[in-house]
């Protein structure tokens, strides 16, 4: 099993940053790939950023130059670096793991820009 537990959400104006934090136990594996998924009001859940246990990355168009995320495998945190956020970055984000098949989650932490 995987705990996954995120903090650093809240109100920020737009331009602003937040660091998003994920702190991840239980059985975690370096191997493990580690992700930050956000969900607006009346949408689905989609994916913000991917790392792999190697430090490679994938981002969603709409975040691609402004956020970055980056993982810490000694002290089993994976972090999100938002920059430049805008009022439609407004939702709530969930740190995610997937292990052998498996996806675990966190309960997420909002996120709210105001304009």
């Known amino acids: 099993q995987v705990q996954l537990v995120e903090s650093g959400g809240g109100l920020v104006q737009a331009g602003g940053s937040l660091r998003l934090s994920c702190a991840a136990s239980?059985?975690?594996?370096?191997?493990?790939?580690m992700g930050w998924y956000r969900q607006a009001p009346g949408m689905q859940r989609e994916l913000v950023a991917r790392?792999?246990?190697?430090?490679?990355?994938n981002y969603a168009d709409s975040v691609k130059g402004r956020f970055t995320i980056s993982r810490d495998n000694a002290e089993n945190m994976v972090y999100l670096q938002m920059n430049s956020l805008q009022p439609e970055d407004t939702a709530v984000y969930y740190c995610a793991a997937r292990q052998f098949g498996l996806d675990y989650w966190g309960k997420g932490t909002l996120v709210t820009v105001s304009s």
């Open positions: 790392i792999t246990s190697g430090g490679g990355t």
């Open positions: 239980g059985r975690i594996f370096s191997s493990t790939v």
